[in-house]
């Protein structure tokens, strides 16, 4: 970062660093000057989005994941596909409203290939339903550590859960008939 993208004068007292120019801003009780203004002036250019840290295998020829490049992008999906994904991030908003206060994590689903249970959070199954939208295809992640069985479910009970949970308010007069 160069020293025209920070305002030297403030954030590198506030971080300990060699100030240039004249100290401003606040100064705190053990001595350390605040800013008086935001830190950066400029706009830091960064291939990856905000917030990640950077890449500690850039550059390196044995890269690990070198091997996620060779993976074919997915196709897009057909408007029926489409309207199915869509269809199943709604049932998931719903399940989740419904079972999540009773602490059920997410789903837990038989994976065909490997015939071994997968745990997917709320958090993750909705990623990776997005995910599927937008580029037809779901990113490899990192399977659930160490996960609780007891608090993951199926599609199936959710569902049925679902319509239990609406033919109860059905019968007890909570939705007008």
């Not at 401003?24 to 250019?45: E, I, L, Q």
């Not at 319509?163 to 059905?170: E, I, K, T, V, W």
Request: aromatic share 8%; glycine share 8%; with cysteine.
């Amino acid at each position: 970062m160069t020293a025209e993208c920070l305002r030297a004068n403030d954030y590198s007292l506030w971080r300990g660093i060699h100030a240039i120019g004249p100290r401003r801003g606040r100064v705190t009780r053990n001595g350390w000057r605040r800013p008086t203004a935001t830190a950066y002036r400029c706009v830091v250019r960064d291939q990856l989005p905000p917030g990640l840290p950077p890449d500690p295998f850039a550059g390196d020829p044995a890269d690990p994941s070198a091997a996620l490049d060779e993976i074919e992008p997915g196709q897009p999906l057909d408007p029926h596909e489409r309207l199915a994904v869509e269809e199943d991030l709604a049932d998931l908003a719903v399940y989740e409203a419904l079972l999540a206060h009773r602490g059920i994590r997410g789903l837990v689903v038989c994976c065909e290939d490997c015939k071994q249970d997968h745990y997917h959070d709320w958090d993750m199954l909705r990623a990776n339903l997005l995910q599927l939208l937008v580029d037809g295809t779901v990113r490899p992640h990192e399977p659930a550590y160490d996960p609780q069985p007891e608090a993951y479910v199926t599609w199936d009970y959710c569902r049925g859960y679902a319509d239990a949970s609406m033919n109860g308010a059905l019968q007890d007069g909570g939705f007008d008939n």
